[in-house]
Nanobody
């Protein structure tokens, strides 16, 4: 399984970015795909998660309303739309996956339980 993030970059406060996660290598169409972030000196934290089978989404409470997770199953892509970005959103953003989940599972926005991780993409908000 391979996960590759893209779309990071530098943006001014109040701006928007859309991150993309390309997933490959699994034969299962049912998965939890999560977005996580880690700022320097801080622990990795959950941002959002999506069940690719049933489309159920989950968000960290503090980010709900600004960030939106979505999918394109035909392309094996999961996106994270980030709006009204703040300097506190500066971090490396990672996508992660776990496969073979029940299609109506509400995926956890927590790092434990995710078996596969990408290398991350940097987001800097100034």
């Amino acid at each position: 399984v391979q996960l590759v993030e893209s779309g990071g970059g530098s943006v001014q406060a109040g701006g928007s970015l859309r991150l993309a996660c390309a997933a490959s290598g699994s034969s299962s169409s049912r998965s939890c795909i999560g977005w996580f972030r880690q700022a320097p000196g801080k622990e990795r934290e959950g941002v959002a998660a999506l069940n690719t089978g049933g489309g159920i989404t989950s968000y960290a409470d503090s980010l709900k309303g600004r960030f939106t997770i979505s999918r394109d199953n035909a392309k094996n892509m999961v996106y994270l739309e980030m709006n009204r970005l703040e300097p506190e959103d500066t971090a490396t953003y990672y996508c992660a996956a776990v496969y073979g989940v029940y299609r109506l599972l509400r995926c956890r926005v927590a790092t434990d339980g995710y078996a596969h991780w990408g290398q991350g993409t940097q987001v800097t908000v100034s």
